[in-house]
């Protein structure tokens, strides 16, 4: 009977207080009673102009009429409640309709108000701070019964705003290609968990997946198969639907190593071409392949991509990659000694500096800034122009030492962020693990905070955020769902609400997250994200009962004989 007891309060406690909203607001406020919950979502006076306001609300719309969802922690509570009172809609209020552009400094804030009855409201100074508000909004919403849903613990007052600008996800789809559908459905999940960045690795040594005008030779010989490739309308079609939920999209062209896909149409311009078989002495992975820096035509193509892709994706930021360049691939390179041998003075790393130097100044000849890997900086001793956002992914360190050399930081450890990890190494002939193993479970995600160790605040304000990465050598668009979700909502909630609790002080710990993180999950299967499961249904449904036990009190020393 007691545990019994201790169930349903648990269940009841947490009714009252999480509401399983993912992620968890800056501040919330909440009360006792329960309200009917309307379907009628209304902009304000002046709001109706903007195209994608609209759209926004639109969306929302029909989300919240057709949806009926109930969380899995009420399931052995109450599941219908007797409501109160009832809202007549909800009113938006957005103080600039005019803008709609999305980039680093966008205010994401809004201010929620559910009274018990009448009109609720939510304000918001831009139109993605609406969008931030209504999926707080749709959340807020369950199911009562039959043909009923009902807004629980009204009155609810929230003010919220990220902690971060920027909270992604990279993907690749060079190894594997994505059709378009599933990386619209990816941006339909980030918009649920408010993550606002697709890193696009759109290229590697393995597929040219991108139409280009420029050269057009290079998807003709570069891409899979005809119908796997990416045309620049797609693209278009793509960055707009993305726009629309938030999400801003950074390309990604990696120069100059990961580039033997270039060789298949410009072999005269590269070095170690598909070294097999040992290809590791020249590549981190198969096939190997680098840009020949001394080559003025391998700068030059560089720069074309750029000069095009800047075009075609309209975000500030352009990422020129950077990583894994091999020596040894120039070091071994007929061309690239014999150039050595005719300019005494210069020496691989020298001219490898002066490459990065003639791309970065593209860059910004282009007007956009530039996004590069965290080897640029600490293994090729090249020093970008300020301004550039340094991503790293090696160690703890990496963000502390990229912070205090002045630089932009975008956080993606291997040890936590990699979610490719963990299912062995998938080279032909190795029965072993992959050299990031183990798998990365959301706990893993969940308690990594990229501030750590970085405690002076004009270097905290370099620390931009974070991105968990998707690299594709065993995945595609069938595992694409189960790999990212719900690992993905894990890093979301770090990235927007931060580990601490703002009202206590106190670290956010697992098992205060998962009864939330089970809801936010059978969610977003609702909502067609085919997001894996994190323990079995009876543990979502009975929150507190499936953690690991408490350390075994030692029985008390027996005292001494006469």
Request: aromatic share 8%.
């Amino acid at each position: 009977m007691k545990v019994s007891l201790s169930v349903l309060g648990v269940a009841a406690l947490l009714a009252q207080t999480v509401m399983a909203v993912w992620p968890i607001p800056k501040e919330m406020s909440q009360s006792n009673q329960n309200t009917v919950a309307p379907n009628a979502i209304v902009l304000g006076k002046g709001c109706g102009n903007n195209k994608i306001l609209r759209s926004i609300v639109q969306r929302y719309s029909h989300l919240v009429s057709k949806e009926s969802f109930l969380p899995p922690h009420l399931y052995n509570d109450k599941q219908t409640v007797q409501t109160s009172g009832a809202l007549s809609h909800l009113t938006v209020n957005v103080k600039d309709t005019k803008t709609s552009s999305l980039g680093v400094d966008t205010d994401e804030s809004y201010d929620l108000n559910i009274p018990a009855n009448g009109e609720a409201t939510l304000n918001a100074n831009t139109v993605y701070g609406a969008l931030r508000g209504l999926e707080t909004y749709s959340q807020l919403i369950t199911s009562n019964g039959k043909n009923a849903k009902v807004i629980r613990n009204t009155p609810i007052s929230i003010k919220d705003s990220p902690r971060f600008p920027h909270r992604g996800i990279l993907l690749d789809t060079a190894r594997n290609f994505y059709p378009l559908d599933s990386i619209k459905r990816t941006i339909d999940a980030m918009s649920y968990n408010k993550l606002n960045v697709l890193h696009w690795h759109v290229v590697d040594a393995q597929s040219w997946p991108i139409e280009s005008k420029l050269h057009p030779e290079l998807a003709d010989k570069g891409a899979y198969a005809p119908n796997m490739r990416y045309s620049y309308n797609e693209v278009k079609h793509l960055i707009e639907y993305a726009m629309e939920r938030g999400v801003r999209i950074i390309p990604e062209f990696d120069m100059p190593g990961h580039t033997y896909i270039i060789g298949l149409s410009h072999p005269e311009i590269m070095s170690c071409l598909n070294m097999q078989p040992d290809w590791d002495h020249f590549a981190a992975e198969p096939p190997s392949g680098q840009f020949d820096i001394t080559n003025p035509e391998a700068a030059k193509m560089a720069k074309d991509i750029i000069n095009e892709y800047s075009k075609l994706f309209p975000d500030k930021y352009f990422n020129i990659g950077g990583d894994e360049v091999n020596i040894n691939c120039w070091n071994e390179s007929k061309k690239v000694q014999d150039y050595l041998a005719a300019h005494p003075g210069q020496n691989v790393t020298t001219v490898l500096q002066r490459f990065y130097d003639e791309i970065h100044k593209q860059v910004v000849a282009d007007g956009k800034s530039a996004m590069c890997w965290e080897e640029t900086l600490f293994h090729q001793n090249y020093l970008p122009p300020k301004g550039t956002i340094v991503q790293t992914w090696i160690d703890a360190e990496s963000v502390h030492k990229t912070v205090a050399a002045g630089y932009h930081a975008v956080a993606s450890p291997w040890t936590s962020n990699y979610l490719d990890c963990g299912h062995g190494a998938w080279l032909s002939n190795s029965n072993g693990t992959s050299w990031c193993d183990p798998y990365k479970n959301w706990v893993n995600v969940y308690q990594y905070d990229p501030l750590t160790n970085v405690t002076k605040p004009e270097e905290q304000a370099l620390v931009l955020g974070g991105e968990v990465t998707l690299w594709s050598e065993q995945s595609d668009q069938y595992s694409l769902d189960t790999y990212l979700w719900p690992r993905s909502s894990a890093h979301a909630e770090i990235m927007w609400s931060g580990p601490t609790d703002p009202k206590t002080g106190k670290h956010r710990e697992p098992l205060d997250a998962i009864t939330r993180l089970h809801g936010q999950r059978y969610r977003m299967l609702d909502r067609g994200i085919e997001s894996v499961p994190l323990q079995p249904l009876w543990c979502a449904r009975n929150p507190g009962n499936c953690s690991v036990p408490p350390p075994a009190k030692k029985a008390p020393a027996a005292e001494a004989g006469h």
